[in-house]
């Protein structure tokens, strides 16, 4: 008998069931297989009534987050072999509305991102025959890693804040807001900071850091809001001091 | 049914899409634009390019080297006009992304730095180190969202064009939350859903990647164009198929053979020199790569492995420094999915579908045959790609051609009547097709899972990188069976809430057009072109196929194929040569 792993996998269909419960799967066990690997081989060959979003299976659309273990994590870059014996328990992530069996609402997310004005703003917009903008490698480095975030909403699923106050922008978006921030092409950091001071839960956060933890792409997102946290308070400082202005 | 009206509507919000849509936004910002997806943009499959995007912008290059590149490259298929209005307008849009905050990598002095790529001659290659894709397609995303004249229906799956009038006025999607059929009507429509490499079994390409706007066209009969071009990327990791990029040969990298011998040197590619060349050796084409490869299996000289033979991509020698600026994505690739780390280790690699140079035919402004249709992007043929791409010119593509798409698009729709009440008839019939075929069927028999692995066996045994009439011919009838066994095949799924059985059945039947076409256009062209081999046909013959192959849909669905000539401008046929 070729060697078998089993999974725990969340179901839940609106029309049909009041509450998520478990169903469990036998899947092939290989060495190279990811736990994707194993949702699919369910999917094709066992109950096609699964469903679960995915895509490129490389890490980078950011499709595929779920709980995995209890973690949230990529399943096409979680591996059925660190999860032995199992069975390996896969859920939807935490703290979003399941839609269906694996599938979460993310409309709130997108909703999030946008409220943060994630693009470029400034006074002087360059015609494009004027050519680029500049930016030295040394201004490009200081919001690189902040411009690598994938959306894949691990860093929600994993933060105690986003659990306990819904209106929380998020590690994601603000990690987003400080990308543009940064950029030595953009303008509008003070916009941007009134939006995040304004907003519900940006001050609850505590850094204990699980953004950052459980980040794919160590875009660290408890530095991004350390950081804005700084500026944020510098800011009403200076206000309270500069009153006339803190241009 | 939900019925929503917009002026333009765009299908597909990957890097096509979101340029158009921008585009119809700013030259026409009185227009509603909608964007339709089927996932959420930033997971379009634009997200996995990664090397770079061309265009002129270094002294000492020029827009006539970057046409004869692209010509040559494309074996003197391409289109001339097109390829001279790609790169004239490719610089502009490359700067205008660049002001939209794509994180490009820098000269010390603040300027774009360009890296070299297969085929091309001169340095003209902009990346965001090997995350291109990931960052144009999340700057465009996110750029889009500045525009409130632009709506989204996200997640929704389109499942046909309505077409009255001889007038293309909109689509029939599923709302893939909650089930819903709505239709969308439209003053134009603008295809942008990508290419159909999971026609094949290995391919780079994400599981979105379904040709379904390449389907829904032909199905409204639109003709596809030189399908038989499917390109093969000579470096892929076996098993996932996750493309290792160019860039990695670009900064240096060798392909090895088991002896450990670079072996591209054998096929008229160049000499190896320490340092990489332009157009030579690691930084020729992708046709001639793969098809190396292939020569080299035959010679034994690959290495076995348990996912099929591959060869050694060995960039050690660029030094830990390099790879992580250059080339992270590589190392973290390699690390996660291969467990190889790059710095110490070589990367076993093996050609692997990438991209298909083939798709709805277009002019130079994106519109198909099709009055209000137009298309932009993989999904496109314009052609600018002839029958071989150079890497690093899709990404360009999808910006200048999204763009003009979506200009032409805008000014075709702010001419046009309202939609005519009959298309909400079509509407109706098609949510009873939906319902009868797939979500209220009971009984069939086969098995989706089935049905889409024959067919992805079909196409790699016949229409890979070398190909013959008669496996051809046997593919044709396959295939027919293929098609007819899908009639009988069988859901689980009745559910109305976030069905995914219910779209991988409409995902395989599109798949099924495509790969019959790519067959039907593979058989009949009698010549080896580009991408294009065929072992009983050795040679390139312009005398007979300097020509479009048009694959349209007959009555019993098979593809029906005749030609278009080749546009000439200033570059005529002649050999194409790298490394001499």
Known sequence: MPPTIALDVIRYRPERNEEPSFQTYEVPFRDDWVVLDALNYIKDWLDGSLSFRWSCRMGVCGSCGMMVNGQPKLTCAAYLSDHQPGPIRVEPLNYFPIVRDLVVDITEFLRKLTKVKPWIIRDQVWPVEEGEYRQTPAQLDTYRQFSQCINCMLCYAACPIVGLEPEFVGPAAIALAQRYNLDSRDEAAKQRLKILSDHAGIWGCTFVGECTQVCPKHVDPAGAIQQFKLTGALDALKSLLLPWGTR | ?580
């Open chain 2, 1 to 580: 049914m939900d019925v929503f009206a917009c002026d333009v509507l765009v299908v597909g919000g990957g890097g096509a899409g979101l340029r158009a849509a921008i585009a119809v936004a700013e030259t026409f910002p009185s227009l509603a634009v909608t964007v339709i997806s089927k996932v959420y943009p930033m997971r379009s499959h634009t997200v996995s390019a990664e090397g770079g995007a061309a265009a002129v912008i270094k002294p000492g290059d020029s827009l006539d080297e970057h046409a004869y590149d692209t010509i040559s490259g494309g074996d003197w298929l391409c289109d001339q006009d097109a390829v001279e209005a790609f790169v004239r307008e490719a610089p502009a849009e490359m700067v205008q992304l660049e002001h939209w905050g794509c994180p490009w990598n820098r000269e010390p002095d603040g300027h774009v730095a360009v890296r070299p790529f297969g085929g091309m001659k001169a340095q003209r290659t902009w990346f965001a180190a090997d995350k291109t894709g990931f960052h144009l397609l999340h700057t465009l995303f996110q750029t889009s969202l500045k525009y409130e004249g632009i709506r989204r229906h996200d997640e929704c799956f389109v499942t046909k064009l309505l077409v009255d009038d001889s007038r293309c006025q909109g689509v029939v999607a599923i709302e893939l939350a909650t089930g819903q059929i709505q239709a969308i009507t439209a003053k134009a429509v603008i295809l942008c859903t990508g290419g159909c490499g999971k026609v094949f079994p290995f391919t780079t390409n994400a599981a979105i990647k379904n040709g379904d706007g390449m389907s829904l066209a032909y199905r409204a009969g639109v003709a596809l164009k030189d399908m038989e071009f499917v390109q093969y990327h000579p470096t892929g990791l076996p098993f996932t198929g996750i493309l290792i990029t160019e860039a990695a040969r670009a900064e240096g990298g060798w392909l090895l053979n088991k002896d450990g011998y670079r072996y591209l040197q054998d096929y008229d590619l160049g000499t190896p020199e320490l340092k990489p060349v332009l157009k030579s050796m690691e930084l020729g084409p992708r046709d001639r790569l793969s098809q190396a490869f292939m020569k080299e299996q035959e010679k034994e000289r690959t290495i076995k492995g348990p996912y099929g033979d591959y060869v050694h991509l060995d960039v050690r020698h660029l030094g830990e420094q390099v790879i992580n600026t250059k080339i992270p994505f590589v190392r973290e690739l390699c690390l996660k999915y291969a467990h190889v780390d790059p710095v110490k280790e070589m990367i076993p690699v093996r050609p692997v579908v990438h991209y298909m140079m083939g798709g709805i035919h277009t002019d130079i402004h994106g519109a198909t045959p099709l009055p209000g249709l137009y298309a932009a992007g993989e999904a496109a043929c314009v052609s600018i790609n002839g029958a071989n791409r150079l890497g690093s010119n899709s990404l360009t593509e999808c910006l200048v051609f999204g763009a003009r798409a979506g200009k032409a698009a805008a000014a075709f729709a702010s001419g046009q009547s309202e939609p005519n009440p009959a298309v909400l008839a079509q509407a109706h019939d098609e949510q009873r097709r939906l319902e009868q075929q797939f979500l209220f069927k009971a009984g069939g028999t086969e098995r989706i899972a089935t049905l889409r692995q024959a067919m992805q066996e079909i196409m790699e045994q016949s229409a890979g990188i070398y190909r013959d009439a008669s496996t051809l011919q046997q593919a044709e009838g396959k295939l027919q069976q293929l098609q007819e066994r899908f009639a009988d095949v069988a859901l689980e799924d009745h559910s109305y809430t976030f069905n995914t059985e219910l779209t991988a059945a409409l995902e395989l039947s599109y798949m099924l057009d495509l790969a019959q076409a790519i067959v039907g256009s593979a058989l009949q062209r009698r010549e080896s072109r580009g991408s294009h081999q065929r072992t009983d046909h050795p040679g390139r013959d312009d005398r007979q196929y300097l020509a479009h192959s048009l694959a349209r849909r007959s009555g019993d669905g098979s593809p029906r194929i005749d030609y278009l000539p080749v546009k000439v401008t200033r570059w005529p046929p002649g050999e194409r040569i790298y490394g001499r």
